[in-house]
């Protein structure tokens, strides 16, 4: 019976501690137990002492070192402040965009209507996913979000410095960040046929879609994660606040990866729509490898030169 005991409780915590609990709580029941009354049989003071104990899951949770939570109290208040504003912005953009489809639109009111409900509900759980996944990480982490946190009696010389101007990060340019990266997945997703060139020919507006939508399956898990970076990026800078060694190391190492993932993806010649391609080439006397290249490289210079911006005032501004 204190085996079975023992095993309800240990089965429940972190696989490094098991053994180490096991011998402690097999200790204290024994000692329990030689001290209870002779006139009792060994089973009854066993059951005694485990009644005594409690439940395995009351044991569980004083051998854990802390409560189990998705967001606990200590982040709580921060998470729901960035949720707030990362759906309020996602909302916002995708408003935006779907306004602007009505006035260029050639359907009726009542189908870009639904063809925005959907992307919007689908753009606003990605948000709630994406904050709520990363505060989860955190919390399962135990990573601090304020300096100098500790046991002792708070004192005024605890506080913080306040961060020089050029430390601070920047919400406004993180939100459209993340309201632009939001707006493209939902329509890369939902409408990829309504990402092309729009253009007029007097009063007639004619559209060249971008992609080849039979090739493009391929290559939206690229895309997906890309963007799903650059957003978990910003939403850890609007988190923070404020430059610092490892946030300049982490986004620096998130718009790497991000922009890789877009290389491998536009370098492949067979997403995009075989017409845009021709009038490209045309109007631009360039063949379409070229600039495919150039982008390439644009890219690869706008990545690194956010890297060293990111990892300067990370390093100058940190501490």
Not at 48 to 62: A, N
Not at 143 to 169: C, F, G, H, M, Y
């Amino acid at each position: 019976m204190i085996e079975r005991y023992i095993y309800a409780v240990v089965k429940e915590l972190p696989r490094n501690v098991r053994e180490e609990k096991s011998a402690e709580l097999r200790r204290m029941i024994s000692n329990k137990v030689r001290k209870m009354d002779n006139h009792l049989t060994e089973e009854e003071k066993i059951i005694h002492v485990l009644k005594e104990l409690g439940p395995p899951k009351k044991l569980v949770t004083q051998y854990r070192e802390k409560e189990r939570y998705l967001i606990g109290p200590k982040y709580f208040e921060r998470y729901l402040s960035i949720l707030r504003l990362v759906l309020i912005s996602i909302f916002v953009g995708l408003t935006i965009i779907h306004g602007f489809s009505i006035i260029v639109s050639v359907n009726s009111f009542s189908e870009v209507i639904s063809g925005y409900v959907g992307p919007l509900l689908f753009a606003l759980l990605q948000g709630i996913a994406w904050v709520t996944g990363i505060f989860a990480l955190l919390e399962y982490n135990e990573v601090s979000l304020d300096r100098n946190t500790s046991e002792k009696p708070w004192s005024p010389k605890q506080l913080p410095p306040v961060p020089k101007e050029k430390a601070r990060i920047s919400r406004s340019s993180s939100i459209i960040t993340v309201i632009i990266s939001t707006v493209f997945v939902t329509l890369f997703f939902f409408s990829p046929e309504s990402i092309g060139i729009y253009y007029f020919i007097g009063n007639t507006m004619e559209f060249i879609p971008l992609f080849n939508l039979h090739e493009l399956s391929l290559f939206r898990i690229f895309i997906f994660i890309s963007f799903t970076l650059t957003i978990f990026g910003e939403v850890i800078k609007i988190f923070k606040g404020r430059w610092t060694r490892n946030l300049s190391i982490i986004v620096t190492a998130l718009n790497i990866f991000s922009a890789l993932l877009v290389i491998l993806a536009i370098r492949n010649s067979d997403i995009w729509n075989d017409e845009i391609v021709v009038r490209i080439e045309n109007f631009l006397m360039i063949p379409f490898s070229r600039i495919l290249f150039i982008v390439v490289i644009g890219i690869i210079l706008v990545t690194v030169g956010e890297a060293i911006s990111d990892l300067y005032k990370g390093f100058k501004y940190g501490e």
